[in-house]
Protein backbone atom coordinates (compact mmCIF):
# COMPACT_ATOMS: atom_id res chain seq x y z
CA UNK A 1 0.00 0.00 0.00
CA UNK A 2 2.91 2.71 0.92
CA UNK A 3 4.40 1.98 -2.24
CA UNK A 4 1.64 2.58 -4.81
CA UNK A 5 0.90 5.63 -2.47
CA UNK A 6 3.38 7.00 -2.99
CA UNK A 7 3.72 6.46 -6.56
CA UNK A 8 0.49 8.13 -6.77
CA UNK A 9 1.49 10.83 -4.97
CA UNK A 10 4.51 11.12 -7.78
CA UNK A 11 2.37 11.32 -10.01
CA UNK A 12 0.03 13.98 -8.66
CA UNK A 13 3.61 16.37 -8.30
CA UNK A 14 4.39 15.90 -12.00
CA UNK A 15 1.94 18.68 -13.06
CA UNK A 16 5.13 20.07 -15.16
CA UNK A 17 5.53 16.50 -17.30
CA UNK A 18 3.16 15.14 -19.83
CA UNK A 19 3.30 11.26 -20.13
CA UNK A 20 3.61 10.23 -23.73
CA UNK A 21 1.26 7.97 -25.35
CA UNK A 22 3.54 6.07 -27.10
CA UNK A 23 5.29 5.03 -24.45
CA UNK A 24 2.48 4.11 -22.57
CA UNK A 25 1.76 2.20 -25.83
CA UNK A 26 4.80 0.71 -25.05
CA UNK A 27 4.88 -0.10 -21.90
CA UNK A 28 1.01 -1.80 -21.98
CA UNK A 29 2.51 -4.13 -24.86
CA UNK A 30 5.07 -4.63 -22.73
CA UNK A 31 3.16 -5.84 -20.11
CA UNK A 32 0.40 -7.73 -22.25
CA UNK A 33 3.06 -9.49 -24.30
CA UNK A 34 5.82 -10.60 -21.50
CA UNK A 35 8.89 -9.97 -23.33
CA UNK A 36 10.58 -7.05 -24.73
CA UNK A 37 11.04 -8.86 -28.15
CA UNK A 38 7.22 -9.37 -28.41
CA UNK A 39 6.26 -6.20 -27.61
CA UNK A 40 8.66 -4.59 -30.04
CA UNK A 41 6.48 -6.82 -32.80
CA UNK A 42 3.70 -5.28 -31.60
CA UNK A 43 4.68 -1.68 -31.81
CA UNK A 44 6.58 -1.93 -34.95
CA UNK A 45 9.52 -0.93 -33.40
CA UNK A 46 12.97 -2.59 -33.13
CA UNK A 47 14.00 -3.88 -29.31
CA UNK A 48 16.66 -1.24 -28.73
CA UNK A 49 14.14 1.01 -29.49
CA UNK A 50 11.60 -0.47 -27.12
CA UNK A 51 14.19 -1.12 -24.54
CA UNK A 52 14.93 3.20 -25.13
CA UNK A 53 11.17 4.16 -24.52
CA UNK A 54 11.30 1.82 -21.70
CA UNK A 55 14.19 3.48 -20.33
CA UNK A 56 12.51 6.96 -21.59
CA UNK A 57 9.15 6.20 -19.52
CA UNK A 58 11.08 5.38 -15.87
CA UNK A 59 12.86 8.72 -16.44
CA UNK A 60 9.76 10.56 -17.28
CA UNK A 61 7.91 9.41 -13.48
CA UNK A 62 10.92 9.00 -11.58
CA UNK A 63 10.04 5.67 -10.67
CA UNK A 64 11.88 2.06 -11.34
CA UNK A 65 8.97 0.58 -13.29
CA UNK A 66 10.47 -2.94 -13.81
CA UNK A 67 12.48 -5.21 -11.92
CA UNK A 68 14.47 -8.36 -12.97
CA UNK A 69 13.21 -11.91 -12.23
CA UNK A 70 15.69 -14.43 -13.12
CA UNK A 71 16.16 -13.93 -17.24
CA UNK A 72 13.12 -11.85 -17.20
CA UNK A 73 12.13 -8.55 -16.56
CA UNK A 74 8.40 -7.56 -14.88
CA UNK A 75 6.62 -4.78 -13.77
CA UNK A 76 6.75 -3.68 -10.22
CA UNK A 77 4.56 -2.03 -8.65
CA UNK A 78 4.80 1.03 -10.06
CA UNK A 79 4.60 -0.27 -13.36
CA UNK A 80 1.26 -2.50 -12.28
CA UNK A 81 -0.07 0.98 -11.35
CA UNK A 82 0.71 2.47 -14.56
CA UNK A 83 -0.31 0.04 -16.51
CA UNK A 84 -3.90 0.52 -15.46
CA UNK A 85 -3.32 4.66 -16.32
CA UNK A 86 -2.20 3.48 -19.77
CA UNK A 87 -5.25 1.79 -20.16
CA UNK A 88 -7.56 4.63 -19.27
CA UNK A 89 -5.51 7.10 -21.27
CA UNK A 90 -5.11 5.36 -24.32
CA UNK A 91 -9.25 4.49 -24.33
CA UNK A 92 -9.66 8.08 -23.88
CA UNK A 93 -7.33 9.09 -26.95
CA UNK A 94 -9.04 6.44 -28.79
CA UNK A 95 -12.54 8.01 -27.44
CA UNK A 96 -11.53 11.28 -28.22
CA UNK A 97 -10.54 10.49 -31.82
CA UNK A 98 -13.31 8.50 -32.70
CA UNK A 99 -15.99 11.27 -31.14
CA UNK A 100 -14.11 13.97 -33.35
CA UNK A 101 -14.04 12.00 -36.64
CA UNK A 102 -17.46 10.38 -35.88
CA UNK A 103 -19.41 13.59 -36.41
CA UNK A 104 -18.46 13.53 -39.94
CA UNK A 105 -19.62 10.09 -40.63
CA UNK A 106 -23.48 9.63 -41.76
CA UNK A 107 -24.85 6.93 -43.50
CA UNK A 108 -26.64 3.71 -42.37
CA UNK A 109 -25.43 0.33 -41.29
CA UNK A 110 -27.65 -3.05 -40.89
CA UNK A 111 -26.17 -4.52 -37.62
CA UNK A 112 -26.90 -7.25 -35.92
CA UNK A 113 -25.79 -8.73 -32.81
CA UNK A 114 -25.83 -12.36 -30.25
CA UNK A 115 -29.01 -12.45 -28.16
CA UNK A 116 -26.42 -12.91 -25.60
CA UNK A 117 -25.24 -9.65 -25.55
CA UNK A 118 -28.68 -8.04 -25.47
CA UNK A 119 -28.15 -7.01 -21.97
CA UNK A 120 -24.59 -6.38 -21.65
CA UNK A 121 -22.65 -5.61 -24.09
CA UNK A 122 -25.23 -3.98 -26.65
CA UNK A 123 -26.45 -1.12 -24.60
CA UNK A 124 -22.35 -0.45 -23.99
CA UNK A 125 -21.65 -0.69 -27.89
CA UNK A 126 -25.09 1.55 -28.93
CA UNK A 127 -24.12 4.53 -26.07
CA UNK A 128 -20.65 4.48 -27.26
CA UNK A 129 -21.57 4.53 -30.84
CA UNK A 130 -24.74 6.93 -30.55
CA UNK A 131 -22.13 9.42 -28.49
CA UNK A 132 -19.05 9.39 -31.12
CA UNK A 133 -21.00 8.63 -34.47
CA UNK A 134 -24.61 10.56 -34.16
CA UNK A 135 -25.34 11.04 -37.29
CA UNK A 136 -25.06 7.53 -38.30
CA UNK A 137 -28.52 5.30 -38.36
CA UNK A 138 -28.70 2.17 -37.05
CA UNK A 139 -30.77 -0.84 -38.18
CA UNK A 140 -30.52 -3.39 -34.92
CA UNK A 141 -31.76 -7.07 -34.97
CA UNK A 142 -30.93 -9.20 -31.92
CA UNK A 143 -31.08 -12.43 -32.74
CA UNK A 144 -29.36 -16.08 -32.26
CA UNK A 145 -26.01 -17.02 -33.61
CA UNK A 146 -26.97 -19.16 -36.66
CA UNK A 147 -29.88 -16.39 -37.46
CA UNK A 148 -27.20 -13.97 -37.96
CA UNK A 149 -24.75 -16.01 -39.88
CA UNK A 150 -27.72 -16.69 -42.02
CA UNK A 151 -28.74 -13.27 -42.30
CA UNK A 152 -25.16 -11.90 -43.03
CA UNK A 153 -24.62 -14.67 -45.74
CA UNK A 154 -28.16 -13.33 -47.37
CA UNK A 155 -26.98 -9.89 -47.10
CA UNK A 156 -29.76 -9.04 -44.76
CA UNK A 157 -27.30 -7.39 -42.53
CA UNK A 158 -23.73 -5.41 -43.21
CA UNK A 159 -22.44 -6.36 -40.09
CA UNK A 160 -22.83 -9.11 -36.68
CA UNK A 161 -20.61 -9.60 -33.67
CA UNK A 162 -21.42 -13.44 -32.71
CA UNK A 163 -19.73 -16.47 -30.92
CA UNK A 164 -18.73 -19.17 -32.74
CA UNK A 165 -16.58 -21.98 -32.94
CA UNK A 166 -13.03 -20.68 -31.33
CA UNK A 167 -10.33 -20.72 -34.33
CA UNK A 168 -6.86 -19.02 -33.64
CA UNK A 169 -7.17 -18.61 -37.80
CA UNK A 170 -10.38 -17.08 -38.15
CA UNK A 171 -9.18 -13.69 -38.98
CA UNK A 172 -12.63 -12.45 -38.06
CA UNK A 173 -11.93 -13.94 -34.29
CA UNK A 174 -12.09 -10.89 -31.76
CA UNK A 175 -11.01 -13.12 -28.90
CA UNK A 176 -12.21 -16.27 -26.99
CA UNK A 177 -14.38 -16.45 -23.63
CA UNK A 178 -14.78 -19.42 -21.27
CA UNK A 179 -18.27 -21.19 -21.71
CA UNK A 180 -19.84 -21.93 -18.26
CA UNK A 181 -22.30 -24.28 -16.16
CA UNK A 182 -24.67 -21.36 -15.15
CA UNK A 183 -27.56 -21.50 -13.00
CA UNK A 184 -29.10 -19.40 -9.30
CA UNK A 185 -27.20 -20.03 -6.24
CA UNK A 186 -30.40 -21.09 -5.08
CA UNK A 187 -30.11 -24.50 -7.62
CA UNK A 188 -28.86 -27.66 -5.94
CA UNK A 189 -27.88 -30.74 -7.66
CA UNK A 190 -29.61 -34.10 -6.72
CA UNK A 191 -26.80 -36.47 -7.51
CA UNK A 192 -29.08 -39.35 -7.91
CA UNK A 193 -31.26 -37.76 -10.27
CA UNK A 194 -30.82 -36.45 -13.83
CA UNK A 195 -29.33 -33.01 -14.00
CA UNK A 196 -31.62 -30.86 -15.44
CA UNK A 197 -30.81 -28.87 -18.47
CA UNK A 198 -32.37 -25.73 -19.86
CA UNK A 199 -31.42 -25.30 -23.59
CA UNK A 200 -32.06 -23.58 -26.45
CA UNK A 201 -33.99 -25.33 -29.17
CA UNK A 202 -31.34 -26.93 -32.25
CA UNK A 203 -29.17 -25.80 -33.66
CA UNK A 204 -26.67 -24.14 -30.56
CA UNK A 205 -23.29 -24.85 -29.90
CA UNK A 206 -23.65 -24.47 -26.72
CA UNK A 207 -26.28 -26.96 -26.61
CA UNK A 208 -24.03 -29.47 -28.22
CA UNK A 209 -21.36 -28.64 -25.93
CA UNK A 210 -23.08 -29.17 -22.89
CA UNK A 211 -24.66 -32.64 -24.00
CA UNK A 212 -20.92 -34.14 -25.15
CA UNK A 213 -19.78 -32.41 -21.99
CA UNK A 214 -22.42 -34.35 -19.87
CA UNK A 215 -21.79 -37.58 -22.23
CA UNK A 216 -18.37 -38.14 -21.77
CA UNK A 217 -18.55 -37.38 -17.97
CA UNK A 218 -20.84 -40.05 -17.94
CA UNK A 219 -23.31 -37.28 -15.94
CA UNK A 220 -27.37 -38.61 -16.47
CA UNK A 221 -29.33 -35.63 -17.70
CA UNK A 222 -32.63 -34.21 -18.67
CA UNK A 223 -34.02 -31.67 -20.89
CA UNK A 224 -36.06 -29.81 -18.14
CA UNK A 225 -36.82 -26.69 -20.27
CA UNK A 226 -36.64 -26.23 -24.26
CA UNK A 227 -37.05 -22.40 -25.57
CA UNK A 228 -36.22 -21.38 -28.77
CA UNK A 229 -35.13 -18.06 -27.00
CA UNK A 230 -32.62 -17.15 -24.59
CA UNK A 231 -35.06 -14.80 -22.24
CA UNK A 232 -36.90 -18.41 -21.57
CA UNK A 233 -33.66 -20.15 -20.19
CA UNK A 234 -32.61 -16.87 -18.12
CA UNK A 235 -36.46 -16.98 -16.69
CA UNK A 236 -36.01 -20.53 -15.66
CA UNK A 237 -32.75 -20.66 -14.75
CA UNK A 238 -33.35 -17.67 -12.26
CA UNK A 239 -36.09 -19.79 -11.03
CA UNK A 240 -33.76 -22.60 -10.14
CA UNK A 241 -35.49 -25.29 -12.58
CA UNK A 242 -31.64 -26.48 -14.13
CA UNK A 243 -28.04 -25.18 -15.34
CA UNK A 244 -27.71 -23.98 -18.60
CA UNK A 245 -24.63 -23.49 -20.69
CA UNK A 246 -23.78 -20.20 -21.91
CA UNK A 247 -20.21 -17.64 -22.63
CA UNK A 248 -19.38 -16.40 -18.79
CA UNK A 249 -18.93 -13.06 -20.68
CA UNK A 250 -22.70 -12.50 -20.95
CA UNK A 251 -23.66 -13.14 -17.39
CA UNK A 252 -27.31 -12.17 -16.32
CA UNK A 253 -27.61 -10.51 -13.10
CA UNK A 254 -28.73 -12.79 -10.64
CA UNK A 255 -27.37 -15.83 -11.89
CA UNK A 256 -23.36 -17.34 -11.33
CA UNK A 257 -20.98 -19.87 -12.84
CA UNK A 258 -21.99 -23.03 -10.85
CA UNK A 259 -19.73 -25.55 -12.30
CA UNK A 260 -16.74 -25.96 -9.78
CA UNK A 261 -20.04 -26.13 -7.12
CA UNK A 262 -21.88 -29.06 -8.48
CA UNK A 263 -18.86 -30.36 -9.98
CA UNK A 264 -20.00 -30.01 -13.47
CA UNK A 265 -17.24 -31.24 -16.23
CA UNK A 266 -14.75 -28.36 -18.00
CA UNK A 267 -16.76 -26.84 -21.11
CA UNK A 268 -14.68 -25.10 -24.15
CA UNK A 269 -13.79 -21.61 -24.72
CA UNK A 270 -16.13 -19.88 -27.17
CA UNK A 271 -15.24 -17.60 -30.23
CA UNK A 272 -16.34 -14.04 -30.33
CA UNK A 273 -16.67 -13.09 -34.19
CA UNK A 274 -17.37 -9.79 -36.57
CA UNK A 275 -19.12 -11.11 -39.44
CA UNK A 276 -19.03 -8.81 -42.27
CA UNK A 277 -21.46 -9.00 -45.83
CA UNK A 278 -18.23 -8.16 -48.03
CA UNK A 279 -14.48 -6.40 -47.60
CA UNK A 280 -16.04 -3.64 -49.37
CA UNK A 281 -16.66 -1.59 -46.13
CA UNK A 282 -18.74 1.95 -45.91
CA UNK A 283 -17.80 4.52 -43.58
CA UNK A 284 -20.63 3.52 -41.48
CA UNK A 285 -19.80 0.28 -41.05
CA UNK A 286 -16.03 0.61 -40.41
CA UNK A 287 -16.93 2.95 -37.77
CA UNK A 288 -19.03 0.46 -35.59
CA UNK A 289 -16.64 -2.29 -36.58
CA UNK A 290 -14.08 -0.44 -34.73
CA UNK A 291 -16.53 0.38 -31.80
CA UNK A 292 -17.09 -3.11 -31.62
CA UNK A 293 -13.82 -4.48 -31.93
CA UNK A 294 -12.65 -1.53 -28.82
CA UNK A 295 -14.94 -2.80 -26.51
CA UNK A 296 -14.72 -6.50 -26.85
CA UNK A 297 -11.07 -6.14 -26.45
CA UNK A 298 -11.86 -3.97 -23.46
CA UNK A 299 -14.30 -6.86 -21.82
CA UNK A 300 -12.82 -9.56 -22.75
CA UNK A 301 -9.30 -8.24 -21.24
CA UNK A 302 -11.04 -7.35 -18.22
Known sequence: MTNRFSFTQVLINMAQRTLDLTLLQT?????????????????????????????????????????????????????DALVEYARRLLALNAEAVAAVRGRHVSGRVRFGMSVDFEHTW??????????????IEVELRVDRNTALEH????????????????????????????????????????????????????????????????????IPWRLAVISPSLGGIWATATAAMGVTARSIAALPAGLQDVGGRLALPEL???????????????????????????????????
Open 27 to 79: LLAFHESGTLAKAADRVGRTQSAVSLQVKRLEELVDVKLFTRQGRSLVTTEAG
Open 122 to 135: LPMAMARFATTHPR
Open 151 to 218: AVARRELDIALVFGEPSAKDRRQLGTTPMAWIASSRFVRDDAAELPLLLLEDPCMFRTAAIRALDQAR
Open 268 to 302: PLVGVKILEVDARASAPRTTLRNVLHDIVEELLQG
